[in-house]
């Protein structure tokens, strides 16, 4: 009886992708899904804020079809699905599009630890400092006379070699381990820190970042029904977030809001879970594009060993 049910859902599931390569409407495909639980998924909504948001919910501009820039001859695009946030149980908008270029590269692991590294390294600063022979106080005279005592000569008691004196090769004060990964190390670090995710299924798309409450269990709710994981990563267009997110997540340090401009590699791996909002989808495909397809760099010997795969 399941299989027949599952069958029979992924048929008309099927139907109705093939209904919104035409240019159907969107909702269709979640109509779909609530025909074949046999209820709406908005009548499971706790709150009658989250009801009114998902009534009145606009219509997605990224649906199956999705014009890619710098097409890729022989790479097939990737698909995800678009959720909402507006309600505790997950409803599926529709199907986005993803790049190969940028959500679909081997996992090459060493180009991640390079760029961990790079980022728990190039923040460091060292403040310590030791005194030279010249700087420790006192010492300025023999400690006992040249000839005569039977002990070896020495001409002052800051020597390194007695207890009190200076230090030799110590820390010199401050000292900065900055330093600059290769461009295209870090490009690819970005790419392959998305695919990974992707592949992991701890990579999740939302329509927006607007939540109908600002209470801190509404997302707690939210995060442990869909099995998010303990730390969550939140990326939008903009570093102006909607202010009841903002709010819910201010009293939980594992959860946290980045705008695209901070996206970085050290963070996505952090956490264990990615939730992109369609717009960050578009900025971060449109940047890392960019740099990919570049006509003012030359590609270099570094770029062609990089990009290995």
């Known amino acids: 009886m399941a299989l027949a049910r599952n069958v029979e859902f992924m048929t008309k599931c099927f139907s109705h992708l093939t209904l919104l390569k035409r240019n159907r409407p969107l909702i269709s495909l979640v109509r779909c899904a609530s025909s074949v639980t046999g209820?709406?998924?908005?009548?499971?909504?706790?709150?009658?804020?989250?009801?009114?948001?998902?009534?009145?919910?606009?219509?997605?501009p990224l649906v199956v079809g999705r014009k890619l820039e710098y097409p890729q001859t022989f790479s097939v695009p990737r698909q995800a699905w678009v959720e909402n946030l507006d309600t505790v149980d997950e409803v599926k908008l529709g199907i986005i599009d993803l790049h190969p270029s940028v959500f679909a590269r081997p996992p090459r692991l060493d180009i991640l630890h390079q760029n961990v590294r790079w980022q728990l390294t190039y923040r460091r600063a060292r403040f310590a400092k030791t005194k030279t022979r010249a700087e420790v106080r006192g010492g300025h005279r023999k400690p006992w006379p040249q000839k005569g005592t039977g002990r070896a000569r020495h001409g002052s008691i800051r020597?390194?070699?007695?207890?009190?004196?200076?230090?030799?090769?110590?820390?010199r004060g401050a000292k900065s381990y900055f330093y600059m990964l290769p461009f295209w190390l870090r490009v690819y670090g970005l790419t392959t820190a998305l695919s990974i995710k992707l592949?992991?299924?701890?990579?999740?798309?939302?329509?927006?970042?607007?939540?109908?409450?600002?209470?801190?269990?509404?997302?707690e709710r939210l995060i442990e029904e869909r099995k998010w994981g303990i730390s969550v990563l939140f990326i939008d267009d903009t570093d102006i977030m909607p202010k009841n997110i903002t709010q819910a997540t201010d009293s939980i340090n594992h959860y946290n809001l980045m705008p695209v401009y901070g996206l970085n590699v050290y963070s996505m791996l952090k956490h264990n879970t990615l939730v992109l909002t369609l717009a960050a989808v578009e900025r971060i495909e449109e940047r890392i594009l960019f740099q990919l397809n570049r006509l003012d760099l030359s590609i270099t010997k570094s770029h062609k060993r990089f990009n290995m795969y």
């Open 39 to 60: 209820k709406e998924t908005l009548d499971n909504a706790s709150d009658s804020s989250a009801v009114s948001i998902a009534a009145n919910r606009p219509a997605l």
């Open 159 to 171: 020597s390194p070699l007695f207890r009190g004196g200076g230090i030799v090769h110590g820390p």
């Open 199 to 219: 592949a992991q299924d701890d990579l999740h798309i939302v329509d927006s970042l607007d939540i109908p409450t600002d209470d801190p269990n509404f997302l």
